[in-house]
């Protein structure tokens, strides 16, 4: 539906003329993440801190090459938490070679979409996840 804002101008519904709308995935993840918190003795852990300053911290539990469990920190904005948490969800359960797989679009996918100018968050949280698996597989005790 579009209407006509006081000053004339074409706005969608629940959003400001030049703003994009929040899923209502993204605002779930943020408001309910289920996977936020460290995790002791995990399998695979990393730490990232991307180009935009935040930093993102995964531990993962791995049994017979399956993620077991997935655990996330981050010092990130609201999309970054989004991201993070959709990364987990999507990792869970998974194979070790299907989770080495999520990509930054599977993610905004997930989402139902990111702002342009936050859509590097879903990229920082797939790269996170994978060095987290990589750190698993090095050891030793992966594949």
């Known amino acids: ?48 801190t991307g180009p935009c300053g935040d930093t993102d911290e995964f531990f993962v539990r791995i049994f017979s090459s399956r993620i077991r469990e997935v655990r996330f920190r981050t010092t990130g904005c609201f999309f970054t938490i989004a991201a993070c948490d959709a990364v987990a969800v999507l990792a869970e359960g998974r194979t070790v070679r299907e989770a080495m797989r999520i990509t930054q679009e599977a993610v905004i996918e997930y989402l139902g979409g990111l702002p342009d100018d936050h859509r590097h968050c879903a990229l920082l949280a797939a790269n996170t996840l994978h060095k987290a698996i990589r750190s698993y597989v090095v050891r030793g005790t992966g594949l």
């Open 1 to 48: 539906m579009v209407e006509d804002d006081l000053n004339g101008k074409e706005k969608s519904s629940g959003t400001v003329a030049g703003e994009e709308a929040v899923s209502a995935k993204v605002i779930h993840h943020v408001m309910e993440p289920t996977h936020m918190g460290p995790m002791d003795k995990p399998d695979g852990h990393a730490v990232i």
